[in-house]
């Protein structure tokens, strides 16, 4: 393994050497970068383009400007990194740093929630293939894959963000508005559970009912702009969980899984009871880093110690268990500060920007606000990448149901969710694991129509400008970071088809 993984890292040199030489002369043939200036009728023309001719070394043969930038960047071996200046005469490297930062916090949750759903949603259809859920997502993933991204951005900022605003402003439903939405989610849940049609009729009915009930009394209480929720409300949720991921893993009598599960549930519970003067008064960055940390690993302990035969699955559930507990604890917390907020900012869904201007707030108001400016570009990325994983998930599961050891699994008598997430999922996550790795890679190089439509100042837009201007720089920067993402997430899905597979090691 390991001379597979320095031949690769040799190879990778090799390419991103010849890529850099080619880009670099495809660039720098796009245009004229003084053109502007040249036709500029500015009495210090004249200085403005010597100014530009030094900051961008167009007094030197391109192959001296290409080994002067190719020896500055071979510095970040040493710690030392040099990505030139812009033509302005700005350091490349803060603006890389801005860029990178910005695309990184849009397009990581973005990719995190489409596998995470993608993945459910594909296995769910495998399942029950050819059934009314399976056409109804089917439809759904191929008409968002093929929605023009700009186009579901401008209906996204209509409706999601402006006409939601408005809304927020005196929030309440009128009878036509309660009886369409409880029918449409009822119909949408007997789908989704299926049965008999006893079974579905009763389901749509169920579901039909509670929203036509629960709709207007949670805007009578007022909850939209004053949700609650509470440590009660966290505690008993968190258990919730810890029940459902013990069911769907092994099944609630299997108590080698659920006692971690519930122990979890438990310690999430007291955590959350502890430390609430902190959340409140103290809370910032490094806290909430370090408690998501901590919400992975303990529950990881808790199930590695307290299980034996089915240890795996004990870790999945506690671990599961901890992070959607740390996760409605902070939730809890965003409700308790929305009034608040909303006050500050009386309109929160944002259309344009990573973060709003002169924005003075605590903590969780200053968490709100980067969280509403992330919602729409984190939505629009998250249904298109959605629809890929979604399908190339579900093919994979068919495809692996149909090998001999799924039949011999079943034929030995083994619970369905042990065939279906012990023994199909791991070997169906081998195309998966190539694709999310790309994709990934190419969402790090920008989303440069969602950037531009929601104005992020990210990679995607460093790029664009860099080209507009003829600028080469920048666009080297870009062409660095994201070919080295490529080619190191390209090797980490070689690498994870060992894990996957064990067959492949050989």
């Given at each position: 393994?390991?001379?597979?993984?320095?031949?690769?890292?040799?190879?990778?040199?090799?390419?991103?050497?010849?890529?850099?030489?080619?880009?670099?002369?495809?660039?720098?043939?796009?245009?004229?970068?003084?053109?502007?200036?040249?036709?500029?009728?500015?009495?210090?023309?004249?200085?403005?383009?010597?100014?530009?001719?030094?900051?961008?070394?167009?007094?030197?043969?391109?192959?001296?400007?290409?080994?002067?930038?190719?020896?500055?960047?071979?510095?970040?071996?040493?710690?030392?990194?040099?990505?030139?200046?812009?033509?302005?005469?700005?350091?490349?490297?803060?603006?890389?740093?801005?860029?990178?930062?910005?695309?990184?916090?849009?397009?990581?949750?973005?990719?995190?929630?489409?596998?995470?759903?993608?993945?459910?949603?594909?296995?769910?259809?495998?399942?029950?293939?050819?059934?009314?859920?399976?056409?109804?997502?089917?439809?759904?993933?191929?008409?968002?894959?093929?929605?023009?991204?700009?186009?579901?951005?401008?209906?996204?900022?209509?409706?999601?963000?402006?006409?939601?605003?408005?809304?927020?402003?005196?929030?309440?439903?009128?009878?036509?508005?309660?009886?369409?939405?409880?029918?449409?989610?009822?119909?949408?849940?007997?789908?989704?559970?299926?049965?008999?049609?006893?079974?579905?009729?009763?389901?749509?009915?169920?579901?039909?009912?509670?929203?036509?009930?629960?709709?207007?009394?949670?805007?009578?209480?007022?909850?939209?702009?004053?949700?609650?929720?509470?440590?009660?409300?966290?505690?008993?949720?968190?258990?919730?969980?810890?029940?459902?991921?013990?069911?769907?893993?092994?099944?609630?009598?299997?108590?080698?899984?659920?006692?971690?599960?519930?122990?979890?549930?438990?310690?999430?519970?007291?955590?959350?009871?502890?430390?609430?003067?902190?959340?409140?008064?103290?809370?910032?960055?490094?806290?909430?880093?370090?408690?998501?940390?901590?919400?992975?690993?303990?529950?990881?302990?808790?199930?590695?110690?307290?299980?034996?035969?089915?240890?795996?699955?004990?870790?999945?559930?506690?671990?599961?268990?901890?992070?959607?507990?740390?996760?409605?604890?902070?939730?809890?917390?965003?409700?308790?500060?929305?009034?608040?907020?909303?006050?500050?900012?009386?309109?929160?869904?944002?259309?344009?920007?990573?973060?709003?201007?002169?924005?003075?707030?605590?903590?969780?108001?200053?968490?709100?606000?980067?969280?509403t400016q992330m919602l729409l570009p984190t939505l629009l990325l998250t249904?298109?990448?959605?629809?890929?994983?979604?399908?190339?998930?579900?093919?994979?599961?068919?495809?692996?149901?149909?090998?001999?050891?799924?039949?011999?699994?079943?034929?030995?008598?083994?619970?369905?969710?042990?065939?279906?997430?012990?023994?199909?999922?791991?070997?169906?996550?081998?195309?998966?694991?190539?694709?999310?790795?790309?994709?990934?890679?190419?969402?790090?190089?920008?989303?440069?129509?969602?950037?531009?439509?929601?104005?992020?100042?990210?990679?995607?837009?460093?790029?664009?400008?860099?080209?507009?201007?003829?600028?080469?720089?920048p666009v080297m920067a870009f062409f660095l970071v994201t070919g080295g993402?490529?080619?190191?997430?390209?090797?980490?899905?070689?690498?994870?088809?060992?894990?996957?597979?064990?067959?492949?090691?050989?």
């Amino acid at each position: 393994m390991l001379k597979f993984i320095l031949r690769r890292l040799v190879q990778a040199v090799g390419v991103m050497l010849g890529a850099s030489v080619l880009v670099y002369v495809l660039v720098i043939n796009a245009g004229d970068p003084l053109a502007d200036l040249r036709e500029s009728n500015a009495e210090n023309r004249d200085l403005l383009i010597q100014q530009r001719t030094e900051y961008m070394q167009l007094d030197l043969p391109w192959w001296q400007r290409y080994l002067s930038w190719l020896g500055g960047v071979s510095r970040c071996l040493i710690g030392q990194c040099d990505f030139g200046t812009s033509r302005t005469g700005v350091d490349v490297g803060t603006l890389l740093g801005q860029a990178a930062a910005s695309t990184l916090r849009l397009v990581l949750l973005a990719t995190i929630l489409a596998l995470i759903i993608g993945i459910a949603v594909g296995i769910l259809t495998a399942i029950r293939q050819y059934s009314g859920l399976d056409y109804g997502v089917t439809f759904g993933t191929f008409l968002f894959f093929s929605l023009p991204v700009f186009w579901a951005a401008v209906l996204l900022k209509e409706y999601l963000a402006i006409g939601f605003n408005n809304w927020l402003q005196e929030p309440g439903f009128d009878p036509i508005q309660v009886a369409i939405i409880a029918i449409v989610l009822g119909l949408l849940m007997q789908v989704l559970l299926a049965g008999s049609l006893r079974r579905r009729l009763i389901t749509f009915v169920v579901t039909a009912v509670f929203f036509a009930v629960s709709l207007p009394t949670l805007a009578a209480l007022d909850l939209f702009r004053n949700p609650q929720l509470g440590m009660v409300g966290v505690a008993l949720l968190t258990f919730a969980v810890a029940l459902s991921a013990t069911a769907m893993t092994v099944g609630l009598r299997n108590r080698e899984v659920l006692l971690p599960a519930l122990i979890t549930a438990g310690v999430v519970s007291v955590v959350q009871f502890a430390l609430v003067n902190v959340f409140v008064y103290y809370m910032n960055w490094g806290i909430l880093a370090l408690g998501l940390l901590l919400a992975f690993v303990v529950p990881w302990l808790i199930g590695r110690f307290l299980s034996d035969r089915y240890r795996t699955q004990a870790i999945v559930a506690s671990v599961a268990t901890g992070l959607i507990g740390a996760g409605l604890t902070v939730l809890d917390n965003i409700f308790r500060v929305w009034p608040s907020f909303l006050d500050l900012k009386p309109r929160p869904i944002s259309t344009i920007g990573s973060q709003t201007p002169n924005f003075a707030g605590g903590f969780w108001e200053t968490f709100l606000d980067y969280g509403t400016q992330m919602l729409l570009p984190t939505l629009l990325l998250t249904v298109i990448s959605l629809a890929s994983y979604s399908r190339y998930t579900r093919a994979s599961m068919l495809e692996v149901n149909r090998q001999d050891y799924i039949r011999t699994a079943r034929a030995k008598g083994a619970p369905e969710r042990t065939v279906i997430f012990r023994h199909a999922l791991r070997n169906a996550l081998i195309p998966i694991a190539t694709i999310a790795a790309f994709d990934f890679a190419a969402l790090i190089g920008g989303a440069v129509i969602t950037e531009r439509v929601f104005g992020w100042k990210g990679m995607g837009d460093l790029f664009a400008v860099g080209l507009d201007q003829v600028d080469p720089a920048p666009v080297m920067a870009f062409f660095l970071v994201t070919g080295g993402v490529a080619v190191l997430f390209n090797l980490v899905a070689d690498i994870s088809y060992a894990y996957l597979d064990p067959r492949i090691r050989v």
